[in-house]
């Protein structure tokens, strides 16, 4: 994860955050008033409690302000479990193509 070292630069939408932290709860509590360091600290303490996201704090503002000063990179694994099937006959199917590694 990616965010700013500054909280006062996150932009958010209360009302959708207070949707997340209530459907995402773990303690059961979400709190009253939302403020940026509290947005911060939550993106902060569930990044590091409930997956294996390392946090990154950029000093130089400008370059997340265009995504509201937060971002990250997402990495899976595909395995041919559970890719799904390419549709083009021809060609070799979605499931082995994107676990080849040859």
């Known amino acids: 994860m990616l965010i700013t070292n ?3 630069n996150l932009e958010f939408d209360e009302a959708e955050v207070k949707k997340v932290l209530a459907a995402y709860t773990v303690d059961g509590v979400v709190p009253l008033a939302i403020d940026r360091r509290i947005v911060a600290d939550e993106l902060i303490r569930r ?6 996201a390392r946090v990154s704090f950029i000093e130089d503002v400008s370059l ?3 995504i509201g000063g937060v971002g990250a990179f997402l990495r899976y694994r595909i395995t041919e479990e559970n890719a799904a099937p390419f549709e083009q006959t021809d060609a070799m199917p979605k499931a082995e193509a994107l676990t080849k590694t040859e």
């Open 64 to 66: 997340l302000e265009p």
């Open 47 to 52: 990044a590091e409690q409930l997956s294996a």
């Open 6 to 8: 500054a909280a006062a």
